[in-house]
């Protein structure tokens, strides 16, 4: 009888265990019915932007974001914030500090219908100041088109546009250790009035927060003096001067801090460190500027050049995030999902961003017709770049037997895998149907030192 009962229980069982799993077998199903009904395209998420927002505008100029918090970054653990900073004809942007470390990258400035031109483009300029905590000025200068500057956390900073033309920069800060915080909250006015900017935006110098009385007394002034000091000014965040203010910025004083490191970088001026007839790739990163990687900042940027048809190597980053600005031309930019399918299949233009996740391949191509320009910012301050195609490539060094076993295919289409692309890293130059394709890169200028050697 015992063995009779503990048979019916173990069918029973079995009956029970073949249910769960029919179950489980049919939510899959359903999943995958789901999934197929409501597309891919919901669930890649967000990588690419367009134009940027408005959360001040004053006659002086411009402050605008793309997102207070990039979606796909913020998956990862990352809250980067990246915008514009606009300055008009003797714009000033107000001292203020912020308690995330920013990179600024001095922008060509865009105008699309210029007396009869379809688009025309050209350099700016703006003087910007940057001072220590302990009261000296790290940096004091004009900065111009590809400049890069490095403004730590908690650091006050501002910038005054001296000349006629518009002055426009790329500003990206990490507000990852501030999650909960939105990025309109992480700016600290040093001067400025109490203003309603939109959006829910109120903002105003701090010193608003104390008490007239204090202030004078901290500042051994009458408080007459200080109700003067906070309240003359009429705008907030940015303002406009006066032409003879705006030019005495032309004449200030070399910076005293020397001792704490550079601040500024010509990025796009500098050497390059991969120049073929593809194109060319500058890279600065802590190797090159050690403010990089100090006061809490951990950054690196690249400037690259893509001629007609050329190609930015497909590949992934090991261990940063990156933002990639468009400053000029056109093209497409593409990101695999670690699934296998498309993430992303944009064309993109002159003001289009591309947040790339860690991890993520991505290739850029530009168009046959025009060069393309763009900016990336990495999240690291000494990046490291995985190359899917050319010199160095991980395909090209992994073991000939591993590659071809990998992708179950014959030799001949293996050696054209691995004997293409050999004089070429990172930037390579448009493909041809000739069999002449690969030659030597130009050595009209020589790769500079001190990049990543996963880049080279």
């Known amino acids: 009888m015992a063995l009779v009962s503990g048979s019916r229980r173990q069918s029973h069982w079995s009956a029970n265990w073949a249910l769960v799993c029919v179950g489980l077998v049919i939510l899959v199903s359903v999943a995958q019915v789901m999934a197929m009904t409501t597309g891919t395209s919901a669930s890649k998420g967000q990588f690419e932007y367009g134009r940027p927002y408005d959360v001040a505008k004053t006659d002086g100029g411009s402050l605008s974001l793309w997102s207070e918090s990039f979606e796909e970054l913020t998956k990862h653990g990352a809250h980067i914030v990246a915008g514009h ?5 003797n714009g000033f942007a107000l001292p203020a500090y912020v308690n995330s470390p920013q990179i600024v990258y001095a922008a060509r400035n865009f105008l699309r219908w210029c ?25 004091i200068q004009r900065i111009s088109e590809g400049d890069v500057v490095v403004i730590p956390r908690g650091w006050a900073s501002w910038a005054c546009n001296h000349q006629e033309r518009r002055f426009k920069a790329l500003f990206v800060a990490d507000l990852s250790e501030h999650a909960g915080i939105s990025a309109k909250e992480s700016s600290f006015a040093l001067a400025g009035s109490m203003k309603d900017l939109g959006e829910g935006w109120r903002q105003g110098s701090v010193l608003h927060g104390f008490t007239k009385d204090v202030l004078a007394a901290a500042w051994d002034v009458e408080e007459r003096d200080v109700e003067k000091l906070l309240n003359s000014q009429r705008e907030s965040v940015i303002t406009k001067v006066s032409r003879e203010a705006a030019e005495s910025y032309v004449s ?16 796009k001026n500098s050497q390059p460190d991969v120049f073929n007839e593809g194109g060319e790739f500058h890279l600065v990163n802590r190797n090159k500027l050690q403010t990089l990687h100090k006061f809490g900042t951990d950054f690196a940027v690249a400037f690259a050049k893509l001629n007609k048809g050329a190609i930015g190597a497909p590949g992934w980053c090991v261990n940063a995030h990156h933002i990639v600005y468009f400053t000029k031309g056109s093209g497409r930019f593409q990101i695999a999902h670690p699934d296998g399918s498309n993430a992303l299949d944009a064309h993109v233009r002159a003001g289009s961003v591309i947040v790339v996740p860690r991890f993520h391949a991505a290739v850029v191509l530009a168009s046959k017709e025009e060069e393309l320009e763009y900016v990336v910012v990495f999240t690291s301050s000494l990046p490291i770049w995985v190359n899917m195609a050319g010199q160095n490539s991980v395909f090209q060094n992994m073991p000939a037997t591993v590659v071809k076993e990998a992708f179950n295919i014959p030799e001949d289409l293996l050696e054209k895998l691995r004997h293409r692309r050999t004089s070429h890293s990172i930037i390579l130059p448009a493909p041809t149907t000739s069999e002449q394709k690969q030659q030597e890169p130009v050595e009209a200028k020589k790769p500079s030192q001190g990049l990543p050697y996963a880049f080279m």
């Open 115 to 139: 007396r009869g031109f379809r688009k025309a483009s050209f350099s700016c300029s703006a003087h910007v100041g940057l001072m220590t905590p302990m009261g000296i000025s790290a940096a």
């Open 85 to 89: 900073l606009t300055l008009e004809a």
């Open 252 to 267: 200030s004083e070399p910076s005293a801090a020397g001792f704490v490191g550079e601040f500024i970088y010509s990025l």
